[in-house]
């Protein structure tokens, strides 16, 4: 009997459940509202077929439960009622199957006036590449693949010249016009997954797959990598931002080709020694950090790290936020290395200073530490020499207690949480994952040993 | 078609006989079936294989053994030595079955050694293959033709090595029981068993001795 | 192939005569059985743990610091793998395929008791391999069950160069452990039926297992062919399934291959693995739901067709899991078909459990309620299954929380409701003692609703896209404060029903020492393991004879006959309304 309400009062519940429940697909902001319908169609042939079933089986419980003299009826088959039950059922999987082959069909017919763009997967962040003005694609190869051609571009091919390459998680896109994604992985596999535009594909390594839309709704979406593709995984987040048709050739205009980045000139210590005057008094003149000033140790960190933190300042992405003491001091300082040739002259010079190991202020124990340093040795290597390829600055010599900062700062959203903090976002789930005092503190003793 | 006559029986009606399955009577029912469940499975092993290598046989990087002159199956000659000892293996054992099913002993002892004798030196030809094709520069990961080759061969060559194991066992038992009457009948299924490996490795050895053209044309049939 | 066959006059059974003999190198069916069945729970309660620390990290994130983004993931990993393999396909198949197959058909034992007895030995050592993993530098490997290249075997994965490897050789011995097991149950079933066991006359417990088995050795393959052609890629450096690639900045020597490649040979195992699991479940519960209706399972031709055809068709479903992957989008037409035409005879199958229910004569015992509860799980369970297989709808949903609600409503809780019916169903006979009903209850109502309160509201983060083998969520714009106090929710719930297991696990072996003696055939069954001459069967099952089947194992409540169940080795002749020297339930 118990079991006959239990069974009645699970039916009405996933019912009011469903009907009560806040978690539904997120609104759609493209063209495939008939992927929403097919979902429909299903929902409620299926939940007719369990209200139905569930409750008849309750009723059958109930009403053929064991009683004295009762005796069951012995009827090993009805042909009628089995073949009417089988005919019902295969009408009502037609009636799903048919609307979701006819979407596939749309899904599988990309159409001719789509835009393509490629989209660049690679442990654990994304980037994009537009084919420019002569709307064709450069040849890329794995084997191109170096610190100054993240997107493996073939030097040799003269269409990949006026390609815009976008090297950071945020794609825009025009709003109303229908475009197809080119999905491409540099290592292992990963999946393209913008819950509002209902879609989704994998990118597999050595193919190029394909998922197009056309976003109907403007503003910024979350992309998500939906196949896992290692230890930070979950931190593997883009943004799409659907802006109108000007906005998006204004963003566009921005950007650099490959042409542009090929032929920039290298940076000239030299140069950046003069410059770095400024930066001494706080840093050292070798780059040491100094715990009284609360600047953090420079040498041995690699150019592309420097230039992007001194961008992030200039631009009020890092040290603006109320609690960051230091970084605001940092922002209005950032703010004297102004233009381009500037920063790569810097950087190349600060990254000529010999890294030497900082002394130690935090106790902890390093062999603990060693176990929570796994998960940062993804990025920032075994040796804490930093990876450019992951965009990981070197972490080996510097001050325990900056990078403690930091981490508290990442924890707390002081750093990272802007939203054109392409990098930061990944630092502040891997902060979060280490709460305790003493685990960090034996962290920071293990990466003091490196 | 008697299983589907079987699928419709209606058990819940009186049967007039006992239309029973009654304990078979011949021995070797039981090891036939399973025989032939191993062979199935085998041969869904090698089947697979076969399939990965025609998918992989379609991406730019793959070389194929044979086809140009420089290559090493485009002299066929070891192949084909090889499979004369394996064939000669697979005779041997028939004719072990032969004789034992007219009850001569010591020749059926013979016929099994000569079939073991030369299933030894089919392996061990194969190994000196390898050898061969490792000093011409064809490593095992330099190409996935190669990787191919050798994974497929020393496959080949664990089964092979497995139905010694189980001959192995079949004679000791005959030593032990000292009875000829236990003998034919197993061997009969161990001979089943060496005609099938001497099967697949022709379907092998016409596989990876072929030439890129052949092998396109089988992958294409495939849908890859 | 050199064993002769088990015929009852030349009875040549392996006598044993130590306790060495007899319980440790056993070659008895029953002793192997319950080697296999403990070896799987224990391995389950591991699997069982690991999901507990999943489940907290997911629902209080931020709070434990020993679960780094790569324990999760390796916890995640061995969970299912442990699961899927070393208890669902070990217990069902090596368990109480090997228990009740020779019991079943009348035989004495299995046509290949050596072998069987390797079978587990070989099952244990794939677990210790496994096991092992835990205990290597870099621990086990944390690629998901699927292991898919290139990511299993690179940088930037936990395990991925001792872990990866111990996974792929506990998978290798393992298939051959389910090999020499397999190829001993359909040959027993094939041939070493007793007089009178007609195919259409087994139980459809043996079809079940039967037809998995046959799935099994044939779906395996598949599995030990990509174990082997990865282990090469990882250890030797082929290029089988590894393409072109820079790992972590780092250009290796890999060239071409195909990962997609790996993902067709997992599933081509992996979808028929789903049935290797379900069909045994299958059978399991339509005997217990015939026998405590107290009624012939309805449309028994049509139970026995469905599973032939579910196990035909689970060959050509696969690619259902790779609608996304990037495979040409064609394949999705014809995959979307072939899978949603299975809905149709798995449908039938439902429609005849629930008819069995119905006009029968229902004993709410502890192994009912189960297989009641079993209905339920696997109509949600089965129904969503329907969302994904097409095509379309797999484009929102596919790798989201929907995916993970509904496998485990289909093969994990669904299946284990079946398990924990055919244990309650069968201890009497396995054990002589009887399970306490009330532990039983309580066990039921914890399990039954805990685990629908865990999976009904995961499938609705599913629909809100919230995607699935993340370490923590953080903050994503479309992801609501309350989906984290949902995801709470379910792990306090998953807490529960982890812990009520234990209700279980002391039933088990409380009872063992003190629970009631069992009767003879307490639940009046009709088929051949109730009756055999002593509880619990002995060496040899059945005395100095075999038995004579004269009958369907679905004669309950014939009309006019003295009792309301006709035992399957009952003769036809009415003046015998019991059954002889064998002795009737009272």
């Known amino acids: 009997m118990k079991l006959v309400i239990a069974l009645v009062v699970l039916v009405v519940g996933s019912l009011l459940f469903h009907l009560w429940s806040p978690w539904w697909f997120t609104p759609l902001a493209s063209n495939w509202h008939t992927v929403d319908t097919t979902v429909d169609i299903t929902l409620y042939i299926t939940g007719a077929v369990f209200v139905i079933v569930n409750l008849f089986m309750a009723w059958a419980v109930y009403r053929y439960r064991h009683r004295p003299e009762q005796r069951a009826r012995y009827e090993p088959e009805n042909k009628r009622l089995e073949t009417w039950l089988t005919v019902i059922t295969a009408v009502g999987v037609a009636a799903m199957l048919a609307p979701g082959l006819v979407v596939w069909a749309d899904f599988t017919q990309v159409p001719e006036d789509a835009a393509p763009v490629e989209v660049v997967g690679e442990q654990w962040q994304w980037s994009y590449r537009f084919p420019g003005e002569d709307g064709v694609l450069g040849e890329v190869a794995a084997r191109h693949v170096g610190p100054d051609n993240p997107f493996g571009m073939n030097p040799a091919d003269p269409a990949g010249a006026d390609d815009i390459l976008v090297s950071s998680n945020e794609l825009h896109l025009p709003i109303d016009r229908p475009v197809k994604l080119l999905l491409r992985s540099k290592d292992v596999l990963h999946n393209f997954a913008v819950p509002q535009f209902r879609v989704k594909m994998d990118l597999v390594p050595g193919s190029v797959s394909f998922v197009w839309f056309t976003p109907t709704r403007s503003g910024r979406f979350d992309v998500l990598c939906m196949e896992l593709c290692g230890i930070a995984h979950y931190a593997m987040r883009g943004q799409v931002i659907v802006d109108s048709q000007a906005d998006f050739d204004a963003w566009l205009a921005q950007q650099t080709t490959w042409a542009d980045i090929s032929s920039q000139p290298a940076g000239d210590p030299s140069a950046g020694q003069q410059l770095y005057a400024t930066c001494s008094a706080c840093h050292g003149p070798e780059g040491q950090g100094n715990a009284a000033m609360n600047s953090p140790a420079l040498a041995g960190l690699e150019p592309w790290y420097i230039q992007r933190q001194l961008r992030y300042y200039q631009q009020g992405i890092r040290g603006t936020h109320d609690d960051d003491e230091y970084g605001k001091q940092m922002a209005a300082m950032a703010a004297t290395v102004a233009t381009d040739t500037a920063l790569r002259d810097l950087s190349a010079y600060i990254a000529s200073l010999p890294a ?57 959203g002081i750093r990272g949480a802007h939203s054109d903090d392409n990098y930061g976002h990944q630092m502040v789930l891997m902060a979060r994952s280490l709460q305790n005092e003493q685990s960090i503190n034996d962290l920071l003793a293990y990466v003091n040993t490196l | 078609m008697s299983l589907f006559s079987t699928l419709r029986e209606k058990p819940w009606e009186p ?118 094709l490792m000093a011409a520069g064809y490593y095992i990961n330099s190409n996935p033709a190669n990787s191919y080759f050798y994974l497929l061969t020393a496959v080949h060559g664990l089964h092979l090595l497995g139905g010694m194991v189980v001959l192995a066992n079949l004679l000791f038992r005959v030593w032990y029981d000292d009875s000829l009457a236990t003998l034919s009948g197993p061997l009969s299924l161990c001979a089943q068993y060496w005609h099938f490996l001497l099967a697949v490795w022709l379907l092998l050895f016409a596989l990876l001795a072929s030439s890129p053209d052949t092998i396109n044309t089988l992958a294409a049939l495939c849908g890859f | 192939m050199q064993h002769t066959a088990l015929a009852d006059q030349t009875l040549e059974l392996h006598d044993p005569h130590s306790f060495v003999t007899k319980y440790i190198w056993s070659q008895d069916h029953k002793v192997i059985a319950i080697q296999y069945g403990l070896t799987a729970v224990f391995v389950g309660l591991v699997a069982l743990v690991l999901s507990a620390l999943m489940r907290l990290q997911l629902g209080f994130p931020d709070t434990f610091d020993f679960i780094t983004p790569g324990a999760y993931l390796q916890f995640v990993t061995m969970h299912g793998m442990i699961m899927v393999i070393y208890l669902l396909t070990a217990l069902l198949l090596g ?89 001993n149950y359909v040959t027993t079933v094939l041939q070493a039926r007793t007089r009178g066991m007609t195919l259409m006359r087994m139980p459809l417990t043996i079809w079940g297992i039967f037809t998995a088995t046959v799935l099994g050795l044939l779906a395996f393959p598949a599995l030990l062919v990509s174990a082997i052609m990865m282990l090469l890629d990882k250890t030797i450096g082929t290029s089988f399934f590894m393409p072109a690639l820079v790992s972590l900045g780092e250009n290796l020597d890999y060239t071409g291959g195909s990962p997609v490649l790996f993902q067709h040979l997992f599933w081509f195992f992996g979808h028929p693995e789903v049935y290797i699991v379900a069909l045994p479940a299958f059978g399991m519960v339509s005997d217990v739901l015939a026998c405590h209706a107290r009624k012939n399972i309805f449309g028994y031709r049509m139970m026995v067709w469905a599973i032939v055809a579910i196990g035909g068709l689970s060959f050509v479903v696969w690619a259902h899991h790779m609608y996304v992957s990037g495979m040409h989008p064609a394949f999705g037409f014809f995959f979307a078909t ?249």
Not at chain 3, 109 to 131: G, Q, T
Not at chain 3, 156 to 173: C, Q, R
Not at chain 3, 553 to 580: C, K, L, M, W
């Open chain 3, 95 to 183: 368990g109480f395929g090997n228990y009740l197959i020779p019991l079943m058909v009348g035989a004495r034992d299995m046509v290949f008791p050596y072998m069987n007895m390797l079978s587990y030995w070989m099952y244990l050592l794939s677990v210790i391999i496994l096991l092992a993993s835990f205990f290597v530098p870099g621990g086990p490997t944390g690629a998901g069950w699927t292991l898919y290249p290139p990511q299993a075997i690179l940088q930037g994965t936990p395990g991925y160069d001792w872990g990866i490897i111990l996974m792929l050789v506990s998978l290798a011995v393992f298939i051959i452990a389910f090999t020499m097991g397999g190829l």
């Open chain 1, 356 to 412: 030497a190991n900082s002394d130690a202020t935090v106790e902890g124990d390093p062999a603990r530490g060693a176990a929570h340093y796994n998960t940062c040795g993804a990025c920032h290597g075994v040796r804490a020499q930093g990876n450019y390829a992951l965009q990981a600055p070197r972490l080996a010599g510097q001050q325990d207690w900056y990078l403690k900062r930091q981490l508290a700062h990442f924890r707390h």
């Open chain 3, 338 to 586: 072939t899978t949603l035409i299975i809905a149709v005879p798995t449908a039938i199958k439902v429609y005849n459990w629930v008819l069995t229910l119905w006009q029968g004569n229902i004993h709410l015992r502890v192994p009912m309620l189960f297989a009641i509860g079993f209905i339920f799980t696997f109509i949600h369970g089965g129904l969503t299954g329907l969302f994904l297989g097409n095509v379309t709808i797999d484009l929102p949903l596919s790798d989201t929380y929907f995916v993970v609600a509904h496998f485990h409503m289909v093969m994990g809780v669904s299946p284990i409701m079946v398990l924990f019916a055919a244990i309650y169903h069968w201890y009497p006979l396995i054990t002589g003692r009887m399970l306490n009903d009330a532990l039983g209850k309580a066990h039921f109502w914890l399990t039954f609703l805990g685990t629908y309160a865990i999976y009904l509201p995961m499938h609705y983060l599913g629909f809100l896209g919230v995607p699935r083998r993340y370490f923590a969520m953080g903050s994503t714009d479309f992801i609501p404060e309350s989906a984290l106090s949902l995801n709470a929710s379910i792990t306090v719930s998953a807490l529960i029903v982890g812990a009520s297991q234990l209700i279980f696990l002391f039933n088990v072996f409380w009872s063992l020492r003190h629970g009631e003696k069992a009767p003879h055939n307490p639940w009046g069954a009709t088929s051949l393991e109730w009756q055999t001459p002593d509880v619990p069967p002995k060496h040899g099952n059945w005395g100095p004879e075999l038995p004579t089947v004269y009958r369907w194992a679905y004669d309950f409540s014939v009309p006019g006959a003295e009792r309301d169940f006709i035992a399957q080795n009952e003769p036809p002749d009415a003046a015998h309304p019991t059954s002889g020297e064998l002795g009737g339930a009272s």
């Open chain 2, 15 to 132: 049967q007039p006989a006992l239309a029973g399955h009654p304990t078979p009577a011949d021995p070797l029912a039981t090891p036939r079936t399973a025989l032939r469940f191993i062979m199935a499975i085998v041969g869904v092993l090698f089947f697979l294989f076969i399939i990965t290598f025609l998918s992989r046989s379609q991406y730019p990087d793959f070389q194929a053994l044979a086809g140009q002159p420089w290559q090493p199956f485009s002299d066929t000659s070891r192949l084909w030595f090889n499979t004369a000892l394996l064939a000669a293996s697979s005779l041997a054992m028939h004719i072990a079955v032969l004789v034992a099913q007219r009850e001569h002993l010591n020749r059926a002892v013979l016929g099994i050694s000569l079939a073991v004798f030369f299933a030894i030196g089919f392996l061990l030809a194969q190994l000196d293959l390898w050898q061969r």
